[in-house]
């Protein structure tokens, strides 16, 4: 079957679309005074109306759900969160139409769609549930976006390696199991600061929640050197696979009947 390079191009472009609109976000936001730049270690316990407008507050810390909470930045914001969400459930299911195609059936490849799956639906809240105004909501979608999508990482990066047999594939798992240790790193290191006190941890908190993005998002990037194999085939063996349920069951009942037939066709002859 002919392949279908356009498909690698996918991979790509989530993390250049996402990765460049939050950064639009967070220049917006900057430039609205609603946050403090990244580079800023200073902040007070409160700031006068008649002060500078470079005064920082707990409130201006730069985290990227802080950078999407105030209009008109939370708009973009929201978009961004819901067409990444998008192309990482289509992304999610062309990795696992690919591995079905050169592993068959496994469990780590259905959890790996599972996780990436859950994983958009929480980021979906994310977007559209800004912090400040339904800060449950929003947490919620926080606590299920992050901890799958590092354990997204942790199932591909695994996959990667069961698939690969040539050097360069054994590279990218290498790859792929440097960003997981970067991305679990600082995810924990985000969680553990954000909960304190101090302006300054909560600073690094922000700092390490940008990291824990971009490198969830250039890990998806690593998906473009598989999925310029993509076929045909590979979207057959996806159908093929969502029918073998039925097929399955069809095959058992027919295989038990016939099971049950030769049974008392043998009690007949004795």
């Known amino acids: 079957m002919p392949r279908m ?25 900057l430039s609205n005074n609603h946050i403090c730049p990244v580079h800023n270690w200073s902040y007070n316990q409160s700031c006068d109306m008649d002060g500078p407008s470079s005064c ?58 599972a996780t990436g799956w859950v994983c958009a639906a929480g980021l979906t809240m994310v977007g559209n549930f800004q912090v400040d105004h339904a800060k449950v909501l929003h947490y919620i979608g926080a ?14 990066s695994i996959l990667t390696y069961r698939m690969a047999k040539t050097r360069a594939q054994y590279w990218t798992g290498h790859l792929r199991s440097i960003l997981t240790i970067v991305a679990f790193f600082t995810l924990v290191f985000s ?8 302006f300054v941890l909560q600073h690094v908190a922000a700092l390490c929640e940008w990291m824990f993005i971009i490198d ?41 009947t016939a099971h049950i037939h030769s049974h008392v066709e043998g009690l007949a002859m004795a």
């Not at 460049?20 to 220049?27: C, N, P, Q, R, S």
């Not at 606590?143 to 591909?156: E, K, N, W």
């Not at 969680?191 to 101090?198: L, M, N």
Request: with cysteine.
């Open 191 to 198: 969680g553990v600061f954000f909960i304190q006190e101090s």
């Open 56 to 113: 920082c507050t707990l409130d201006h810390i730069p985290l990227v759900s802080k950078c999407g909470t105030l209009p008109p930045e939370s708009c973009f914001f929201s978009l961004i969160c819901s067409l990444g969400s998008f192309m990482v459930i289509l992304v999610g299911l062309l990795r696992y139409a690919h591995l079905l195609e050169r592993l068959g059936p496994s469990l780590l490849n259905t959890l790996g769609l």
């Open 143 to 156: 606590g299920v976006a992050f901890p799958t999508s590092m354990l997204f990482l942790l199932l591909q």
């Open 5 to 29: 390079p356009a498909w690698g191009i996918l991979p790509v472009t989530l993390p250049a679309f996402t990765i460049t609109g939050m950064w639009i976000v967070y220049a917006m936001a």
């Open 216 to 256: 969830v998002l250039v890990f998806y990037g690593t998906f473009t050197f598989e999925f310029g194999a993509i076929s045909t085939d590979t979207f057959l063996v996806l159908l093929k696979a969502s029918r073998a349920p039925k097929s399955y069951k069809g095959e058992s009942s027919l295989s038990s």
